[in-house]
Structure formats: C-alpha cells, structure tokens
C-alpha cells in the first residue's frame, strides 16, 4: 500500500499513513488531536453523481408528465439548485481537506487534480444535463404550429338559388327598385338535382305609370361553381 503525508491542521506537524485510511478520522501522534483525512476522489465522486442521477430522474420524470402544474415545476427547481449546492460544497470540504493535509507539494497537487477533477465533474454534469433538459421541455410545451383549416368547398343551396333568382327576374321589371317580394322560400324552391332549383312564385312591383302589380313567374336556375349562377330559363306571366 502507498504512504502519504500528512500535515495535522492543528500542530502543523507531518507523519506519514496509509493511503486506504483516507476519509477515516485519526489521531496525530504529536498533540492527538482529531484529523479529518480527506476522502477519497471516488467517494466524492460516488456521492455528486449520486445526487446528479437522482436529480436527472426526477427532471425526466417531470417531462415525461410535462402537464404538471407551474407549482411543481417551482419545487423541481429548487430541488435541482439544492442538489448542485450539495454537491459544490461535498466538492469544496474535499478540496479544502487536500489542502490542508497534504504538505507534499507532488501528492497535493496529484491528489488536488484527482479529487477536483471527480467533484466538480457532478455538478458540470448536472448543469450540462438540466440545461439540455430545460430546452427539450420546452420544445415539447411549445404548441406545433397548426395548419390552416381547409377552406369550405363552395356549395349551392335553396337560398342562394332564391336570392339569385330575385335578381335575375329584377334585371326584367320596369322599376326594380319597388320590388317586393313573398315571405320566405321554402314553399317557391324546388331542387331540381345536379345544382338545378326551378323557382315559381311572384314579385310586386310598379309599372312606368307608377301602379303596384303583381308578376307570377318561373325561372330555373343553375349553379355553375363558386358563387356564379346561370339563369336557364325564365317565364314572367305579365298581369
């Protein structure tokens, strides 16, 4: 087994010790005093990852029901910030602990770069890894755009073949601004099939002296596509 040197924080004094009793507490042979020997770099780096997984599960399991309310989102974030607070400060007591045992400027510096390298390696990967997560969790609560509804095709029907019809037949009446035409539809309509509709009933309108007449007419109509009509036929019974 390797020795290292140690340097008690108490007396200053060294002595040597055996590399396995690391993250033990001992006793210094000259003022025994308590020395807290400083954990070994894969001990620390068991306990940040060990948080950095714990975490990382918790963040997925979040996504995965990414319809939580905005509450447990605010607790998931605070746990995250307490975990990689936990895992800085696990980092900094080992840290601290080199240096302060370790008088032997080659064992500090390689112990030093060992322990840094696997406690500051937890919570890097914790910061990596949320911020990864952060981004697709967003991504997944964006709304995908949505297409445009398909426009309506455009169609025919018994309202339209009447109100069409009205002007066609008024294209033909001496004044039609007078025009005055039945109540309703539905009993003048009749749909022939194929967009067709034949159309009899009567309009009231004056003459050039100025009478009021009644005109009994019927007309067929056809839809042609779009909003376009064709007048067919037309039969106007002048009274």
């Known amino acids: 087994m390797s020795e290292i040197t140690i340097t008690c924080p108490h007396c200053s004094a060294e002595f040597n010790t055996q590399r396995d009793i690391l993250g033990k507490i001992v006793e ?3 003022c025994d005093e308590d020395i807290q020997l400083p954990s070994p770099p894969t001990t620390v780096a068991i306990i ?3 948080v950095v997984f714990l975490l990382v599960a918790a963040y997925l399991l979040f996504l995965t029901y990414k ?3 905005s509450s447990m989102q605010i607790w998931l974030g605070v746990l995250t910030l307490l975990g990689a607070l936990a895992c800085a400060i696990a980092s900094g007591l080992a840290i ?3 240096l302060t045992c370790f008088t032997n400027p080659k064992e500090r510096a390689g112990f030093l770069a060992e322990t840094a390298g696997f406690s500051i390696g937890g919570p890097v990967a914790l910061a990596i890894f949320i911020g990864v997560c952060t981004w697709a ?18 169609t025919h029907d018994a309202a339209s073949a009447w109100t069409m019809c009205q002007s066609f037949v008024e ?3 001496k004044a039609p601004r007078t025009a005055k035409w039945p109540w309703g539809y539905t009993n003048y309509v009749t749909h022939l099939g194929g967009g067709r509709y034949r159309i009899k009933a009567y309009v009231d309108s004056q003459n050039s002296f100025g009478a009021l007449l009644r005109t009994h007419f019927t007309a067929e109509v056809r839809w042609t596509g779009g ?4 007048l067919e036929s037309l039969e106007l019974q002048e009274p």
Request: hydrophobic fraction near 25%; include cysteine; charged fraction near 20%.
């Open 137 to 154: 969790g967003l991504k997944l609560q964006q709304p995908s755009p949505s297409r445009p509804a398909p426009a309506a095709a455009p």
């Open 28 to 30: 210094c042979p000259e």
């Open 171 to 173: 294209d033909r009446l």
């Open 67 to 69: 319809n939580t309310g």
């Open 96 to 98: 601290y602990r080199v």
């Open 227 to 230: 909003s376009n009509w064709r």
């Open 48 to 50: 940040n990852f060990g």
